[in-house]
Structures are given as C-alpha cells and as structure tokens.
Nanobody
C-alpha cells in the first residue's frame, strides 16, 4: 500500500516563509510527477506547482517567484518552500503524486491528507 503524508503547515504572518513536505511510503517502484495543490474555503482545488522525475518544474502564476518546489528521490519526498507569503495563500495544501507500486504495471495517482497553511495579515 502506498501513502503520502504531508507535514510542515501552520500559521505565519504575511511576508513570512514556510516549508511543507510530503513523504511517500509503501511498496514503491518509482515516482513520476509530484505536485502540490491547494484549496481555500469556498474555492476549487488548484495546482500550485509540479515537478517531474527529471526536476522540470511548473508554477502557477500566482506563486511564481515566491514558491519553490523540489524533491529528494532518495527519500521519496517533495517539498514546497513558500516565501513572501500573502493572506491569499491561506489554504489546505495537498500533495499529489504519480506512483508505480512494486506490484503495479502502471502509474496511479495518490493524494495526501492535506496540511493547513494560514497566513495572517
């Protein structure tokens, strides 16, 4: 069984920084894309950043230049470094990854349980 577990959320003042992490565990053969999504109250879940297995990255326009996604393949972990945080960054942040298990023949999509990030003004 494969699972994703996020950590590192919390409360921070506007202009501050926070790093969230997501560790994949279980019977993992390989991991493809790893992504961070977020969902604010009353809004749809949106893609924040994405990183490929080759470290190619994508950022949503609203976070470009402030957030940095990275991964440690040896630890099956993806990070999101968030700088110059704004109140509008307040949301539950979810980790998402395409993972092929040891017994699987294809990549399946997995989600973490989410971690709350709150930015006060």
């Amino acid at each position: 069984q494969v699972q994703l577990v996020e950590s590192g959320g919390g409360l921070v003042q506007a202009g501050g920084s926070l790093r969230v992490s997501c560790a994949a565990s279980g019977s993992i053969f390989s991991i493809g894309y790893m992504r961070w999504y977020r969902q604010a109250p009353g809004k749809q879940r949106e893609l924040v950043a994405r990183i490929s297995s080759g470290d190619s990255t994508y950022y949503a326009g609203s976070v470009k230049g402030r957030f940095t996604i990275s991964r440690d393949n040896a630890k099956n972990t993806v990070y999101l470094q968030m700088n110059t945080l704004k109140p509008e960054d307040t949301a539950v942040y979810y980790c998402n990854a395409d993972i092929r298990s040891i017994v699987g023949r294809q990549y399946d999509e997995y989600w973490g349980q989410g971690t709350q990030v709150t930015v006060s003004s």
